[in-house]
């Protein structure tokens, strides 16, 4: 018969106990909210206030994050950009899509009121443009002539809306003081201004480049045979054309951005389209829009179904 001595140093002590027993449970832990930090960005709905003029690229970017988790629904509202601002800061809307980041102040009043941090997402490099009947004879408009044919109505301009992201980046650019009172021409939306100045053919219409910047897409091509787009002559006498390096390059003059802004916590589905936006596949669609990304890849890449880790 063999007999054990168990000596002082062979029984485990009371704490190596614990840590054994609790072992397992931490580590079931751990896996247990890994799995359901992964299942939050793929299941459920979120709804994201949006600037009209970002439409196109929000429904590329959506489509294909639907594609890749079909259990998540988008709902969207549609805004103009100072609405949607509004909206933020009153926590009525928790995630958007517009054309300028919250400022300090505002992120800070939204994190005093929910105990949240927004995050504004740079994701993607657009532009303001301007544009007329295809039979107008013009090719250009100076910055002199769109501020006095804002202030002075000496032209015929048209915005999308008077709170609008694109009407914001005219203003600011041209640093315009909209005297009280003064009314600004606005219609619904950039098809009802492609519409209006194919028949008003001396009229000019301001919308954002996104709208037909897709010039594969059958619509974007008919519409291209019916309307141009104008260059700008700037400050320096110089004309400046839409074109993704002038963009890019902050070269013409009515550059633009676009960002995700969110108020959530955890890694829901507002994150997951956040970090897949941001992705080369998610930047990649970006660039098949006719945009400039924000994030530059050495390569391209397909756009696949596999999940965004």
């Known amino acids: 018969m063999v007999f054990l001595e168990f000596t002082e140093r062979s029984q485990p002590s009371k704490l190596e106990m614990i840590k054994y027993l609790l072992f397992p449970i931490l580590l079931f832990s751990l896996f247990s909210c890994k799995n359901i930090e992964e299942a939050e960005h793929r299941t459920g709905e979120i709804t994201i206030y949006v600037e009209p003029s970002n439409k196109n690229l929000m429904d590329a970017l959506s489509e294909i994050y639907q594609m890749k988790y079909p259990k998540t629904e988008f709902n969207f509202v549609y805004k103009p950009e100072n609405e949607i601002l509004k909206d933020l800061l009153d926590t009525v809307a928790y995630a958007a899509f517009i054309n300028q980041p919250l400022s300090e102040e505002q992120a800070d009043y939204i ?69 009280e009172g003064k009314t600004i021409q606005a219609l619904d939306n950039a098809d009802s201004i492609i519409e209006f100045v194919q028949k008003s053919k001396s009229s000019i219409g301001v919308i954002g480049l996104n709208e037909i910047s897709e010039t594969d897409n059958p619509r974007v091509k008919e519409i291209l045979t019916k309307i141009k787009v104008l260059n700008i002559v700037d400050e320096e006498g110089k004309v400046r054309e839409p074109s993704i390096p002038n963009i890019l390059g902050l070269k013409y003059p009515f550059s633009k951005q676009i960002y995700f802004i969110l108020v959530e916590t955890g890694f829901g589905i507002g994150n ?38």
């Open 272 to 309: 997951g389209f956040s970090r897949f936006a941001g992705s080369q596949q998610g930047q990649l669609v970006v660039k098949r829009a006719g945009l400039q990304p924000h994030y530059l890849y050495d390569r391209e890449v397909q756009i696949n179904l596999e999940s965004v880790e």
């Open 111 to 179: 994190n005093l009121q929910t105990k949240i941090h927004p995050r504004s997402t740079l994701l993607a490099h657009d532009a303001v443009i301007f544009i007329t009947d295809i039979d107008n004879p013009i090719d250009s408009i100076s910055l002199d002539e769109i501020e006095d044919g804002i202030l002075n109505n000496t032209l015929q301009i048209v915005f999308d809306n008077g709170n609008s992201g694109n009407f914001n980046t005219v203003k600011n650019k041209l640093e315009l003081e909209i005297p």
